[in-house]
């Protein structure tokens, strides 16, 4: 097997300070090797780095003058859309075990998007974020990305910012050699069980602890997994189904149907109801908590 | 030196197999000890637990008659208040190194408040929660928690939970690890510097930048920390000055007094100014951002 491995998603022309003290702190703290996605706006200091080390793939640079003209939310686009295909490669070929990323918002939109996109749930994946005291569900939506908060900016290091990235640094390397450890191990008695999603809602909760203790008791002994229909658990649901982690649903709680419909804000988006129909897996529906619609509060 | 201690927050009486599962999976991940801080709602389960171990303390115990008959946030605020005590205690003796939980959004609640107000910036704190994918503001405030998504409901072990306790407990072992060592290491070159926290916004970013150029170029060469002013951002900065982790304040952007006064969502509370004052450090105030009023976007 591969070395254990983590992908450092960063922007070399305004952090690249950063990006290599991370570097530096994963290799200090047990990280097995390191790899660095750069994703700049521009091309400022990209070649300087690149000379520097081999562990650079820089995706973006050979388009640099086109996404140095872009303004920040098209540059974000553009970059995600360059820098996917690479990570998903990575990933598929467990070359990578652990992704991680220091930023502020545009850079976390960036590396949240390609951490969600490229990376399976259960993937180890960490993101340090001057936004992570706020409203982070853009960024994580149904995947298990770990926010971490910076505190300061990260715009130069100084003792707090070390000690943060520090922290980060420790942290992604365990979760790197653990994920790249446990891909080799064998885990007796849940490779046989059967896995079925339930989602549910304050008004199902009793219904959903009667399935639950049912499935979960013999004869079935079925592992049971609930999702809070809060938008992001019924996306998990979904997306646990296209992964091949879940093999059947009983889909007791869709309202965030209504919430896509009428505008409400725990909606799963419009794709919601398909994964189970299209990868084939039995699929039970209700309309548990169809008639509450969420809106949010003012204050 | 103490050895390498992490402790768990859980409440026994209804998530004491996960909790249990986390404590296995830092020992595996070479966590050196764990202790276990019970805030159970209710005393089942409770005495069971501790005939089994000695690692937990319960300070909640002997108070379980008058919390169970409490509603979920009297009981937040109770347990809140009987377990703070002993984290600080812990956290001033250097007993413990690194703080982790799980939970639901009543449990997040009550061991993000134990996090915050009983350990200082830079200490390892780490929390699964099913409430990690949205506005977790409430949970952070001005602190460095550390986010994990939990994806699916923390009840009940299953394949994919414990995929997502093992990452959690090999992140928090290793910044355990790291932050235990790092009190004994010196760090050459950090301890003589002086430190200056400057509060900064969009309309006062060229401003601030000017002045970090001045301040850490020859001959001042002072480290400088930069607050986005968001709240939570100032909240950090007065934090820090009342950590000593701060020697004075460039305070050029005050907006978050305007929206305290008039209902803004970017308040830092109504504490903010007054950090500096308390320590005496060196304060320069200006009212950079204050015609500026932040309210909140329906959708």
Redesign the interface.
């Known amino acids: 097997m591969a070395k254990p491995t983590v992908l450092i998603v960063c922007t070399l022309d305004t952090k690249g300070e950063e990006a290599l003290y991370l570097r530096e702190q994963i290799h200090r703290?047990?990280g097995g090797a390191t790899l660095i996605l750069d994703a700049s706006h521009t091309s400022q200091n990209v070649q300087r780095y690149r000379e520097w080390s081999d562990e650079i793939i820089a995706p973006c640079l050979e388009h640099s003058q086109e996404l140095s003209t872009l303004p920040r939310g098209k540059y974000v686009d553009k970059a995600i859309e360059l820098c996917l295909p690479p990570v998903k490669d990575l990933v598929e070929k467990g070359q990578i075990h652990g992704i991680v990323s220091a930023a502020g918002s545009t850079g976390s939109s960036l590396a949240c998007a390609i951490m969600r996109r490229a990376c399976p749930?259960?993937f180890?994946k960490?993101m340090v974020s001057?936004m992570?005291?706020?409203?982070?569900?853009p960024y994580?939506?149904?995947?298990?990305?770990?926010?971490?908060?910076?505190?300061?900016?990260i715009?130069?290091l100084?003792?707090?910012?070390?000690?943060?990235l520090?922290?980060a640094a420790?942290?992604?390397?365990?979760?790197t050699?653990?994920?790249a450890q446990?891909l080799t191990a064998t885990?007796p008695g849940?490779e046989s069980?059967r896995?079925v999603g339930i989602s549910?809602f304050g008004v199902t909760t009793t219904a959903v602890e009667h399935i639950?203790k049912l499935l979960?008791s013999p004869p079935h002994q079925i592992?049971?997994?609930?999702?809070?229909a809060?938008g992001?658990g019924g996306r998990?649901m979904e997306r646990?189904v296209d992964e091949g982690?879940l093999d059947a649903v009983i889909d007791l709680t869709t309202t965030e149907i209504a919430d896509e419909l009428f505008?409400g804000v725990l909606t799963a988006g419009p794709d919601r109801l398909e994964a189970a129909a299209r990868k084939g897996v039995p699929y039970v529906v209700s309309v548990g908590g169809k008639s509450a619609l969420n809106y949010?509060s003012?204050?």
Chains 1, 2 share one sequence.
């Open positions: 703290n047990g749930i259960g180890p960490l001057t992570a005291s706020g409203d982070i569900k994580i939506e149904e995947s298990d990305i770990t926010m971490m908060y910076s505190v300061v900016d715009a130069g100084n003792s707090i910012l070390k000690r943060i520090g922290n420790a942290a992604i390397a365990a979760m050699n653990a994920y446990s885990s849940t069980s896995r549910m639950r979960s592992e049971t997994y609930v999702f809070h809060t992001a998990a646990l982690q505008g949010p003012i204050y």
